[in-house]
């Protein structure tokens, strides 16, 4: 069984920088796409971030330019790079990795609290 483990949340003043990471306990092949969503309370759950098969990147508005998706593929992981963060980005954390004919896999959710 596929598990997706996350770590890197915490709380951060305004301006700082958080990492976090999300790595797949288990063996996948031919992840098509590794992404990012949070979800502030009494809010939707919104994509963050993602990062395709092939490479390219795409981040929601009010993120771009502080922000940055990575991974490492040998590894089956992804990181997100997230500086000058504001209050306005304090949510939920999640990764969800979606492998083609396979299906969807979930991170159990990072806080990130930014806050003075």
């Known amino acids: 069984q596929v598990q997706l483990v996350e770590s890197g949340g915490g709380l951060v003043q305004p301006g700082g920088s958080l990492r976090l990471s999300c790595a797949a306990s288990g063996s996948i092949r031919s992840i098509n796409a590794m992404e990012w969503y949070r979800q502030a309370p009494g809010k939707e759950r919104e994509l963050v971030a993602n990062i395709i098969n092939g490479g390219s990147t795409n981040y929601a508005d009010s993120v771009k330019g502080r922000f940055t998706i990575s991974r490492d593929s040998a590894k089956n992981t992804v990181y997100l790079q997230m500086n000058s963060l504001k209050p306005e980005d304090t949510a939920v954390y999640y990764c969800?990795?979606?492998?083609?004919?396979?299906?969807?896999?979930w991170g159990q959710g990072t806080q990130v609290t930014v806050s003075s």
């Open positions: 969800h990795f979606f492998v083609f004919l396979i299906g969807n896999y």
